[in-house]
């Protein structure tokens, strides 16, 4: 114990603000490998089964999907998606995964998968009969977003939204905005593109477009 002792007293102040730094490091790196690993998966999963050409099968939805992911790669709204699986809108809800919210809100398991899958496929479709613009539950342009997504939720559109941006909307309008910019070399980046679509979306939206309750799945 005395030697454990003294070898603790010998230890500088410089090795232990290292050590600290080193564990700081750790604590802020880990997340965020966290991170890039659940992009790099997203994005190879919507490249490999052709995100980018719409109209894409609800029987693709999978566990490690989140609701914004999802209201992206299918042009649903999000507002559309939780209101139609009552689920409370926010970050803590949109960003974390289907198995995730599931298991938060006690819904179970329907055939070996989360219930909230079989709901939220029963809302893409039921959007996909009557679609209805809610109006972007965000209440900004966002470079996560697509045209299609954000024509659907606003009412516009996605046509006319490309001529206004002088944009060709062939093979486009499914493409997230950041990829968008850097296919097209976009002037200005994606934060240029983005503020060009909100100026479409704050001058040409319509009481059309305001929120309203979805059709029920």
């Known amino acids: ?27 802020i790196m880990i997340p965020k490998g966290r991170g890039m690993f659940e992009f790099y998966k997203e994005a190879r999963f919507a490249r490999e089964n052709n995100f980018q050409a719409g109209n894409v099968s609800p029987d693709l939805l999978r566990p490690w999907m989140s609701i ?22 926010g970050l803590e809800t949109s960003m974390v995964s289907l198995s995730r919210l599931n298991n938060q809100l006690h819904l179970g398991q329907v055939n070996g998968s989360p219930a909230l899958i079989g709901t939220v496929r029963q809302a893409i ?14 209440h900004y342009v966002s470079d996560w977003m697509t045209v299609q997504y954000i024509a659907n939720s606003t009412g516009l559109s996605a046509d006319a939204i490309f001529q206004q941006i002088n944009v060709p909307a062939e093979g486009n309008a499914n493409k997230p905005i950041t990829y968008l910019s850097e296919t ?31 059709a029920k799945p």
């Open 1 to 27: 114990m005395k030697n454990m002792m003294d070898r603790l007293k010998s230890i500088s102040m410089v090795q232990i603000l290292a050590v600290l730094l080193i564990i700081l490091g750790l604590a």
């Open 125 to 138: 479709l039921a959007y996909r009969a009557s679609p209805i613009a809610t109006g972007l539950i965000e």
């Open 68 to 89: 914004r992911y999802i209201s992206v790669a299918y042009a649903v709204p999000q507002k559309y998606l939780f209101d139609a699986s009552g689920i409370r809108p």
């Open 184 to 214: 097209i070399g976009y002037q200005g980046g994606p934060k240029a593109l983005v503020a060009a679509i909100q100026k479409v979306v704050d001058t040409q939206s319509t009481p059309a477009a305001q929120p309203t309750e979805p």
